[in-house]
């Protein structure tokens, strides 16, 4: 049996995923979750094989929980089924140790197939961030500026693009202010930009938020 947790913030979601997956005599679906923090919690009070977890979320987001879920359980594997296109986040958050990428207009039977695959340790990798990730390895100097951010970064990055203020993303992320102007003055260095306002651009540009 394959203990499975979902996270996202829309109830409807949940709901028919758990309906869907209800199907299938070797999957349980054993907690949900609404955001990242919440996930936290779940992770911590039930024994999951796979967390299916949406990105974006209010509060913590997905991408948010991700080095604490790590931390927790780090044999735990995570299946990422967001609205965002895979060509946007798969490679940073395979990179992250996510164990695969799915987006929401997929077919559900591939949703089964991803779970099937995680839980035995593996990675599921489409067609498409397959060919992604060997694209990178093929050209990893020319790989768009974000993907050259580390987890934290990457996290920071995307906060302040949203714009957040600084203190703001210390309190979500659990870091100091001053931890976190750090991080900004990297990324700004290794994204050669100057402001916030070339971070959003950049961003919404990339469809990395919307």
Known sequence: MINVGLVDDHAIVRSGLKQFLADFVDIRV????????????LVRNESIDVLVMDLS?????GIDALTMLR?????????????????????????????????KECDPSEIVEAIRTISLGKRYLTPMVA????????????APPH???????????L???????ASNVAEQLSLSVKT????RTRLMEK?????????????LKNGLIS
């Open 191 to 203: 994204m050669t930009l100057s402001s916030n306002s070339d971070l959003t651009y950049y961003a």
């Open 131 to 142: 060919n992604l990730l060997a694209q990178q390895l093929g050209r990893k100097d020319d």
């Open 147 to 157: 993907e050259h951010l580390s987890e934290r970064e990457f996290q920071v990055f």
């Open 71 to 103: 931390a927790k359980e780090p044999d735990m594997g995570i299946l990422i089924l967001s609205g965002y296109p895979a060509e946007h986040y798969a490679i940073n958050l395979i990179r992250q140790g996510v164990n695969g990428y799915l987006n």
């Open 180 to 183: 976190v102007s750090t991080y």
């Open 159 to 165: 906060k302040l693009a949203q714009g957040e203020t």
């Open 30 to 41: 054993v907690g949900e979750a609404s955001n990242g923090r919440e996930a936290i919690d």
């Open 57 to 61: 979320m209010p509060g913590q987001s």
